[in-house]
C-alpha cells in the first residue's frame, strides 16, 4: 500500500515539474506579433496526460497546482488571476466533454484551448472593462483551435505511449483514447 501511494505522489510531482519546465519554454518564446500572448499551450500535453491516463481528479489538482507554482515563480498577480481563469474554464469544458464519451482526445484539446482563450479574455474585460477586448476573441478562437488541434495530437501520441507506465487501481479514466 505505502508503494502504491509513493508511486502516485512521484508520478504527480514529475507531472508537475513537466508542466512547469513546458510553461517556462513557453515564455522563452518571442510571441507572435499578430497575437500578443499567444502561446502554443504545451502544458495542456500533461494535463490532457492525466485526464485521460490518471484521472479527472488528478488533471485538476496537477493544473491548479501548476498554474499557482509558475505564476509565484515566473508571474506576477494578473498572470495568475488570467493563467487560473483560462485554467479553470479549460478544464471544465475538457472534462465534461471527455465525461460524455462522444468527443475524441483531439476535439476535447481544441474545446480546451478555446476555452482557455475564452477564460482569459473574460477574466480580462472583468479587469479592464473595455469591450475591445472582445474583438480580439476571434483571433484567439482561431488559435485556440489550432493549437488545440496539435496538443491534442501529441497528447495522444503520449498517452498512448506511456499509459502502462501509469496504471492506478480502478482507473477508468482511458476511455477515448481511441
Known sequence: ???????????????????????????????????????????????????????????????????????????NGFGLYYSLAGALLSGLVMIGLKKTGWFRMITVSVAGGVAHNVGQILAAYVLLRTQALLGYLVILWFAGMLSGALIGVMSAIVCERLKRFVSFEGNDSRKGLE
Open 1 to 75: 500500500m505505502q508503494g502504491k501511494r509513493a508511486r502516485r505522489i512521484s508520478t504527480y510531482g514529475m507531472l508537475i515539474a513537466l508542466a512547469m519546465i513546458l510553461s517556462y519554454m513557453e515564455s522563452l518564446v518571442p510571441a507572435f506579433w499578430a497575437v500578443p500572448g499567444m502561446k502554443l499551450g504545451l502544458t495542456n500535453i500533461v494535463v490532457l496526460f492525466a485526464l485521460y491516463c490518471i484521472g479527472t481528479d488528478s488533471a485538476v489538482g496537477i493544473n491548479l497546482l501548476r498554474v499557482f507554482l509558475v505564476s509565484v515563480l515566473f508571474g
